[in-house]
């Protein structure tokens, strides 16, 4: 197999020796600063899709306004049966979320084949502004989702990675930090995003929130643009190739099995994406959110998941050192699943809640504490699972691999969506405990297999 190098020049390798910005290259504070705007841009949006889509858009007296709704729910319910317009919601959402993680291999194939970073990041970052831009209009929904899943395809990935171009082979301790930084760029946009959208759709109506999502997607834009001659681009060569060797008997038994442990995390995925989905369904439904000052706005639970992102990983490293010490620290399959357990018992907060409300309005305490549970749920079952596929996975498919990964994403929210549309068929009670039930069973299977892939892995 052969593959294209992307070769860097004179003037991408001085960009490494840069540090202006905290110790690190300018280049990495336009990278950041447009994933915040970026995240900010995305989360809001998500935040506010699928109670847009149950309580107006699928609703008589705008769906049928929707450019191409109609070809589109044939062809679904050729193949699920009739959908309400609940059920219709989970699944395009589930569609959505789920190519949004696939696209990013495709715009990742582009970028070192055929245009570059730079210029892929840019038409990435054009697509998305005009599909947030298309989701201020009934019309033009279907239109703004394949806008925002092409473009996101060209940017996420791409993105990324110019953040370790920015630093040479061998500065390791510095590309990590860079990622730590990025990474609080994600993590605040993703917090911010549904609050601010969420508080505008509530106050002033449901296009003005993702209007607000369009203008800060374009000021992502106009801070990638700024920072152009700051960025290295990694253009692929003309008429340079490399060649791969092919994969040993023993490597390709690596793969497998990181197929295998990646195929795991699939059940952990579908219950914690659907606090995003069916979650802010039921909590504007079923959910007590009355208060002194004001309803509290539904979106800004998608907040949540975020801010724990950012809170408990400091407290949750701490705890891994600490049992490293001890020689207690469980290796990457076991914390796949424990993530595993945890999300299940989060889905199991919802319905002890519902439980106890007795038929009135759960108190808010259930879904907070539930979102949180994921959160952590996620802390330890994702991250684990790139490092796995990171350290293990050999050496001349490793970049392919950990891509790869998010392909369990893309399965877990396409899954998610299709699980998502039984909600009003089995009522909250039932839904989420099949919810808890589904998480549990990744981490069934590591309980059961866990030891045998990790040995069979450390081993290979």
Not at 242 to 250: F, I, K, M, Q, R
Not at 279 to 288: E, K, Q, R, Y
Request: hydrophobic share 50%; aromatic share 10%.
């Amino acid at each position: 197999m052969a593959t294209a190098a992307a070769v860097p020049s004179a003037r991408d390798l001085a960009l490494t020796h840069d540090r202006a910005f905290l110790g690190h290259p300018k280049g990495l504070a336009f990278l950041a600063f447009t994933e915040a705007w970026e995240r900010f841009s995305y989360y809001g949006m998500t935040a506010l899709v699928v109670l847009y889509m149950v309580q107006q858009l699928l609703l008589p007296g705008h769906v049928e306004h929707v450019v191409g709704m109609a070809a589109y729910r044939s062809a679904l319910e050729s193949v699920f049966g009739p959908m309400s317009p609940q059920a219709l919601a989970s699944q395009t959402f589930g569609f959505y979320t789920g190519l949004v993680y696939f696209t990013p291999l495709v715009g990742g194939w582009i970028a070192d084949r055929l245009l570059g970073a730079k210029r892929t990041v840019v038409i990435g970052a054009l697509l998305m502004s005009a599909g947030h831009l298309a989701m201020a209009f009934d019309q033009s929904f279907l239109i703004a989702l394949i806008l925002l899943i092409t473009g996101s395809g060209c940017l996420k990935g791409n993105i990324a990675a110019q953040v370790g171009h920015l630093y040479a082979p061998d500065d390791m301790s510095r590309r990590t930090r860079a990622f730590t930084i990025f990474s609080t760029g994600i993590n605040v946009g993703a917090t911010v995003g549904p609050i601010v959208c969420g508080l505008l759709a509530q106050l002033y109506g449901w296009h003005v929130g993702f209007g607000c999502a369009g203008l800060l997607m374009l000021s992502a834009t106009v801070t990638y643009l700024a920072g152009q001659r700051y960025l290295p681009d990694q253009r692929p060569p003309r008429h340079k190739r490399v060649t791969v060797e092919p994969l040993s008997p023993a490597e390709r038994r690596v793969v497998v099995l990181l197929v295998v442990a990646a195929a795991i995390t699939v059940f952990q995925s579908i219950a914690y994406y659907q606090i995003y989905n069916v979650g802010l369904v039921w909590i504007d439904a079923h959910v007590d959110l009355a208060t002194p000052i004001g309803r509290i706005p539904v979106p800004w639970f998608e907040s949540i998941d975020a801010f724990v992102s950012i809170i408990a990983v400091p407290p949750l490293i701490s705890l891994w050192t600490r049992q490293q010490k001890k020689g207690r620290e469980p290796n990457d399959i076991a914390k796949v699943g424990i993530g595993a357990a945890i999300a299940s018992a989060s889905a199991g907060v919802i319905v002890l809640g519902i439980f106890l409300a007795g038929g009135g309005k759960v108190g808010a305490i259930y879904p907070v504490l539930g979102c949180v549970g994921m959160g952590i749920a996620f802390l330890y079952y994702w991250p684990p699972l790139l490092a796995l596929i990171s350290r293990t996975a050999p050496a001349g498919i490793n970049a392919t691999m950990v891509s790869g990964a998010y392909l369990s994403l893309f399965v877990g929210n396409i899954l998610m969506g299709w699980v998502g549309s039984y909600y009003e068929r089995m009522g909250p009670a039932a839904f989420w405990l099949m919810d808890a039930l589904i998480a549990a069973t990744g981490a069934v299977l590591v309980l059961l297999f866990g030891r045998r892939l990790d040995r069979a892995l450390n081993q290979s």
